[in-house]
């Protein structure tokens, strides 16, 4: 897996953009809310994501995972390389974190995104 592999990816998602934060860490966010981390200035690229809590618990147990460091409790998990995961894996992890992080955000604002279930 490649930065551009994740990047095609999280852009098929309705209105998310990507930003550079803390000078090296690049943000794929929907409405500035923030569901997938790359770090850009380590080798291998690092990742964080949010997960469901069945899944926290199984991937904080595969090797070169953990819970992610200032948000564990918020169900993020770490991995220290992208490579870890298949571009199938990626698409799960990318598409389910984007999910949870959306599902918080106004009914009206995941209307005019086309993401509202009722």
Not at 17 to 28: R, S
Not at 30 to 47: N, Q, R, S, W, Y
């Given at each position: 897996?490649?930065?551009?592999?994740?990047?095609?990816?999280?852009?098929?998602?309705?209105?998310v953009?990507?930003?550079?934060?803390?000078?090296?860490?690049?943000?794929?966010c929907?409405?500035?809310?923030?569901?997938?981390?790359?770090?850009?200035?380590?080798?291998?690229?690092?990742?964080s994501?949010?997960?469901?809590?069945?899944?926290?618990?199984?991937?904080?147990?595969?090797?070169?995972?953990?819970?992610?460091?200032?948000?564990?409790?918020?169900?993020?998990?770490?991995?220290?390389?992208?490579?870890?995961?298949?571009?199938?894996?990626?698409?799960?992890?990318?598409?389910?974190?984007?999910h949870?992080?959306?599902?918080?955000?106004?009914?009206?604002t995941r209307?005019?995104?086309?993401?509202?279930?009722?």
């Open positions: 897996m490649f930065i551009e592999d994740l990047q095609e990816i999280c852009h098929k998602l309705p209105g953009t990507e930003d550079i934060k803390w000078e090296n860490h690049l943000c794929f929907v409405e500035k809310k923030m569901f997938l981390i790359l770090g850009l200035d380590e080798a291998p690229t690092t990742a994501f949010k997960v469901t809590e069945e899944d926290f618990e199984a991937l904080s147990t595969w090797s070169g995972f953990k819970p992610a460091p200032y948000m564990a409790r918020n169900k993020w998990i770490w991995t220290d390389d992208i490579g870890r995961l298949s571009k199938k894996q990626w698409e799960q992890y990318a598409y389910q974190s984007y949870l992080i959306a599902s918080k955000l106004p009914i009206k209307k005019q995104l086309g993401i509202y279930e009722s």
